[in-house]
């Protein structure tokens, strides 16, 4: 389509001129209805081309971020993720090799191996541009640059940037549909007692169609639980749809969880099935639940007891039959007993209830899950890591993580990114944990409303240690030496094997561990525990 243009005529150092052809006024209002270009990153030593960019892009893209250097990719990969990078081939080494580009590109495709990395040079030739694409670099725009040109291969561009999320997005799918194992604990990470608990319930529930309603702190892993559960259940195999009823406003929750047919609103171009009954013969996952209004909780309870729907603008009823396993972070008792949940709602939801612990009370889990992370995020980035080092692992253990594995996951995430070395070290954690959840957490501490995993141990080993000492003052004044050496031979015995019983439970039974936490060897804790004969 032809657009009434202002031209604007810029120069730039290296004496090309670059012509652009911005829209005028009118013409935003058609390129209103046109696919944006998502957010784009500009590289590029001279700042006419990054204000020319910029100024033509301007109103096709989402966001436009410009660097001058390449040093700053890393930068704006890990804080702006980009869709599309435009990329200079030469810097200041020099102005036409194009080695410079090679190498930027490298590090932008160990950072995102699908990131979609546009070349720009003035020198360009046909065998440079054959490097560029078996290099990675999806395309190839000569300096002068004409628009139209330019415009269609963002446009390709941003296509491809969304077909490889959805291709991604589909293959994490996939894998979490097939990837049933043989056994509950293969599925997700814990050795401490409490997930193993968590464990024993859901193989108790294994072929049962009871309804669940998991329990537990933002970040702690609800969603992964809910899956855990379809996987182990008799409907899997058969749909598994999520809906998350805290993001949904109230005047859409009837469409998006019964349906509609056309014409049932102004934009019901054609009918659409909802989220209750694209679910039928499966397991519906609602999560956030406690978030529901009242007036939302009254539709849904409807639904559940009659077990049928009917879409919006329609009279005929539709039957349903799911399986509902519902999450929420919420006090939900406390939400009833002030009126803002329906009790009779709660009755129907949670058949059993599934307690899930926050991260700091699941111990040495911690430094599995970290470890876990970090191999993850080491083949994502492509780098070599050993793992952690001691006083990195005492750091995690010793932060209450009030984001949970969510958080952990995020600060491993960085942490892969900005270590140089082959292990993450504490100061490298140090700078990946966000400063306002530091203090946060501080002050909570101070409060005494939250412990660290390793404080709640400490805790524990503190009133061994007071018990020790008590028995000791207690026969201070004994005139037999024979009968004080056997009570302090006693209570060293019974404080061994006091720290023993915790660290295993710390580890959930964990030999290896357990062993590491007391600081001794394996050899020692099992020819102890065998000496003394300890049911442990």
């Given amino acids: 389509m032809p657009y009434r243009t202002k031209i604007v005529r810029i120069r730039t150092h290296n004496t090309l001129i670059y012509y652009l052809s911005l829209p005028t006024s009118d013409d935003r209002k058609i390129i209103a209805f046109m696919e944006q270009l998502g957010k784009i990153l500009i590289v590029d030593d001279n700042e006419d081309v990054l204000f020319a960019l910029n100024l033509l892009l301007e109103p096709y893209a989402e966001k436009i971020k410009v660097a001058v250097t390449p040093d700053r990719i890393e930068h704006f990969m890990t804080t702006f993720q980009p869709d599309i990078i435009l990329l200079d081939m030469n810097f200041s080494r020099d102005a036409i090799s194009g080695q410079e580009g090679f190498e930027s590109l490298e590090q932008i495709l160990r950072i995102d191996s699908q990131a979609v990395v546009i070349f720009m040079t003035a020198y360009a030739d046909t065998d440079k541009a054959v490097r560029a694409i078996k290099a990675g670099a999806t395309d190839f725009i000569p300096k002068p640059w004409e628009k139209e040109k330019l415009l269609a291969t963002l446009s390709s561009g941003i296509k491809l940037r969304r077909s490889r999320c959805e291709v991604n997005l589909l293959k994490e799918q996939v894998e979490v549909l097939s990837g049933a194992g043989s056994s509950v604990e293969e599925s997700i990470i814990g050795e401490s007692a409490a997930m193993q608990e968590v464990f024993a319930t859901i193989e108790k529930l294994r ?88 007036s939302m909780q009254a539709k849904l309870l409807t639904a559940i007891e009659k077990r049928q729907i009917s879409r919006l603008g329609s009279t005929q009823s539709v039957p349903i039959d799911v399986r509902l396993i519902c999450a929420t972070n919420a006090d939900i008792r406390h939400l009833v007993e002030e009126g803002n949940f329906r009790q009779d709602l709660l009755y129907r939801i949670n058949t059993i209830e599934l307690h899930i612990p926050p991260l700091r009370e699941r111990g040495n889990d911690i430094i599995l899950l970290a470890e876990y992370f970090l191999q993850r995020y080491a083949r994502k980035y492509q780098k070599e890591m050993r793992g952690l080092t001691r006083e990195a692992k005492a750091k995690l253990l010793r932060y209450p993580w009030p984001g949970n594995v969510r958080e952990l996951r995020n600060v491993l995430s960085r942490a892969g990114i900005l270590s140089r070395g082959e292990e993450i070290s504490a100061e490298t954690l ?66 061994l094997e006091v720290l023993i019983r915790k660290a295993l439970e710390y580890t959930g039974g964990n030999n290896k561990r357990a062993a590491e936490l007391l600081r001794m060897s394996r050899k020692t804790l099992y020819n102890i525990m065998s000496r003394e004969k300890w049911d442990v």
């Fill in 430 to 495: 140090k700078r990946c944990i966000d400063p306002t959840r530091i203090m946060e957490t501080e002050a909570m501490q101070e409060e005494g409303g939250i412990a660290s995993a390793a404080e709640k141990e400490s805790i524990s080993y503190d009133k061994v240690y007071q018990n020790y000492l008590d028995s000791l003052v207690e026969n201070a004044d004994a005139e037999d030496d024979e009968k004080l050496a056997e009570v302090l031979q006693e209570s060293q015995k019974k404080l």
């Fill in 207 to 294: 072929d049962t169609d009871a309804n669940i309603l998991i329990l537990g702190e933002n970040g702690t892993g609800k969603d992964v639980i809910a899956r855990l559960l379809y996987r182990c259940s008799p409907r899997y195999g058969h749909p598994f749809v999520t809906i998350d009823l805290g993001s949904i406003p109230e005047q859409l929750f009837e469409s998006e969880l019964f349906g509609y047919e056309k014409g049932a609103f102004t934009d019901a171009r054609k009918p659409k099935a909802g989220r209750m009954e694209v679910a039928t013969g499966g397991t519906l996952f609602l999560d956030e639940i406690g978030n529901l209004s009242l």
